[in-house]
């Protein structure tokens, strides 16, 4: 792969990782959600895939594989199972408004920006220079886990922090290791895991996923 072209397919990449995260600040059907979360998973494993083939670093590419197979396949069929068995569409109350959060999605990513400037000009590289926008779906996810109401509106902002931070490993280092990887996503697996029963246990009991109305009810 020629540097120019190794520079536009990663720019793709992150580019497609940080629009599928404003798309989620903008849509409130969770099966659209999911959607979303299945194109970011399948941009971020483009990061290492991408940056493997252009080093010829074999390690990276089965990373690339794991990394599909857990974030754009089994994260998203939990989720998916979890919204059906919980009987739930969309997040219909949300805390912030959709322009709100559009704006707020903005300028988060411009903060981004600002405040990883230094780490661009120590790396200058394209990796280097693709990096703040990583760090842009990491404050985006913060947001959409703080300002939704619904439990799995909550876990996609979750897993849409830990897509960036990923994302930012993959750009800013030489490689994560694959069993460095294979550690992290077993610890993710087992936290969606453990989300999708608590949230299956609350629809249960309380007929609802919404966590201020529990906070109601304890009041």
């Given at each position: 792969m020629t540097t120019g072209g190794y520079?536009?397919?990663?720019?793709?990449?992150?580019?497609?990782?940080?629009?599928?995260?404003?798309?989620?600040?903008?849509?409130?059907?969770?099966?659209?959600?999911?959607?979303?979360?299945?194109v970011q998973g399948l941009a971020?494993?483009?990061?290492?895939?991408?940056?493997?083939?252009?080093?010829?670093?074999?390690?990276?590419?089965?990373?690339?594989?794991?990394?599909?197979?857990?974030?754009?396949?089994?994260?998203?069929?939990?989720?998916?199972?979890?919204?059906?068995?919980?009987?739930?569409?969309?997040?219909?109350?949300?805390?912030?408004?959709?322009?709100?959060?559009?704006?707020?999605?903005?300028?988060?990513?411009?903060?981004?920006?600002?405040?990883?400037?230094?780490?661009?000009?120590?790396?200058?590289?394209?990796?280097?220079?693709?990096?703040?926008?990583?760090?842009?779906?990491?404050?985006?996810?913060?947001?959409?886990?703080?300002?939704?109401?619904?439990?799995?509106?909550?876990?996609?902002?979750?897993?849409?922090?830990?897509?960036?931070?990923?994302?930012?490993?993959?750009?800013?280092?030489?490689?994560?290791?694959?069993?460095?990887?294979?550690?992290?996503?077993?610890?993710?697996?087992?936290?969606?895991?453990?989300?999708?029963?608590?949230?299956?246990?609350?629809?249960?009991?309380?007929?609802?996923?919404?966590?201020?109305?529990?906070?109601?009810?304890?009041?």
């Amino acid at each position: 792969m020629t540097t120019g072209g190794y520079e536009t397919w990663l720019e793709l990449a992150v580019s497609w990782l940080l629009l599928s995260a404003v798309l989620v600040v903008w849509r409130r059907e969770l099966a659209a959600l999911i959607r979303l979360l299945t194109v970011q998973g399948l941009a971020l494993a483009a990061i290492p895939a991408i940056r493997g083939w252009h080093t010829r670093d074999w390690t990276l590419l089965g990373v690339a594989i794991g990394v599909a197979v857990l974030r754009a396949g089994i994260l998203p069929a939990l989720l998916r199972r979890l919204a059906h068995r919980a009987g739930e569409a969309r997040e219909t109350r949300p805390l912030v408004n959709t322009t709100a959060s559009l704006l707020t999605a903005a300028a988060l990513t411009i903060l981004a920006y600002a405040v990883t400037r230094p780490v661009v000009a120590l790396d200058p590289t394209p990796a280097g220079r693709a990096a703040p926008a990583a760090v842009a779906v990491i404050l985006i996810g913060i947001f959409v886990l703080t300002s939704r109401r619904r439990a799995i509106s909550q876990v996609v902002g979750f897993l849409l922090m830990d897509n960036g931070v990923a994302a930012v490993a993959f750009l800013t280092t030489a490689g994560v290791p694959l069993v460095v990887e294979l550690g992290a996503s077993l610890d993710l697996l087992f936290a969606v895991l453990v989300l999708q029963i608590l949230a299956g246990r609350l629809r249960l009991v309380f007929g609802s996923t919404d966590l201020d109305e529990l906070r109601e009810l304890r009041d």
